[in-house]
């Protein structure tokens, strides 16, 4: 698949999704097959990830983030839960593609088929990453979502459902079955690894989209995106 990428490393990856983050949240690295945890202080050691996202890829790992930030360093083999996730950037989707990995075939057939369905919603995403299987379109805050206690948690959990709930009854008017990835500790490919599904032929993990003034506030996406 030809995917028109722009440059954009993991550091400033994360540096879109955590403009000026100074909290205390923990950032973790997975890895498949190895199922380790590699824990950054975001406020930190955000400039040290890329290196271990580089060093793992070298190694054939499969790397993944979590997309919330966790209270506290979980260690290698503990990976955080969404009652322990203390901020998100945004919301995001997992849209995948029709093709090698995926046994469902009622996914849109390309890239072009999958940007479609993500441009007709009500609001146009911030960032979209090509996961080598797939798109992952991220709507970013204008500051990240840090939780002052459960209930905030759980908002922003609903909210989460709701926008996701929404993408997916768009994607089967259209035919496709998609997957819910509402989740507050959801993880997703990073940027700057590889797709390792075919090791003879690995993917690229990149972005290739990013409009920066696309940010917008929990009330901009729960007015945009009505319960259904």
């Known amino acids: 698949m030809n995917v028109p990428a722009i440059s954009m490393t ?42 271990e996202v580089q060093r793992l890829t070298q190694d054939n790992q499969h790397v993944y983030f979590q997309v919330g930030l966790q209270a506290s360093n979980t260690g290698s083999h503990g990976r955080g839960k969404e009652v322990t996730t203390v ?66 948690r759980e908002k922003a ?11 997916n009854i768009q994607g089967s008017k259209r035919g496709y079955k998609l997957d819910s990835t509402a989740n507050l500790d959801r993880l997703l490919r990073i940027p700057g690894s590889q797709n390792m599904k075919d090791l003879a032929h690995p993917r690229p993990v990149q972005v290739i989209s990013y409009e920066p003034a696309n940010r917008y506030t929990p009330d901009d996406i729960e007015q945009a995106f009505p319960p259904v």
Request: glycine content about 6%; proline content about 9%; cysteine-free.
């Open 10 to 51: 993991t550091t400033e990856f994360l540096q879109a999704l955590w403009p000026a983050y100074q909290g205390t949240g923990y950032l973790n690295v997975w890895t498949a097959p190895a199922k380790i945890t590699h824990p950054f202080a975001l406020a930190t050691q955000l400039d040290a990830v890329e290196a």
């Open 87 to 152: 901020a998100i950037p945004g919301f995001w989707h997992d849209t995948d593609i029709a093709g090698p990995g995926h046994k469902q075939a009622n996914l849109p057939e390309d890239l072009a088929a999958a940007k479609d369905l993500i441009f007709s919603l009500p609001l146009p995403p911030t960032l979209i990453v090509y996961s080598g299987g797939g798109i992952y379109p991220f709507w970013l805050f204008m500051n990240p979502w840090e939780f002052t206690d459960d209930a905030d």
């Open 157 to 167: 959990k609903a909210l989460s459902v709701r926008f996701q709930t929404f993408i």
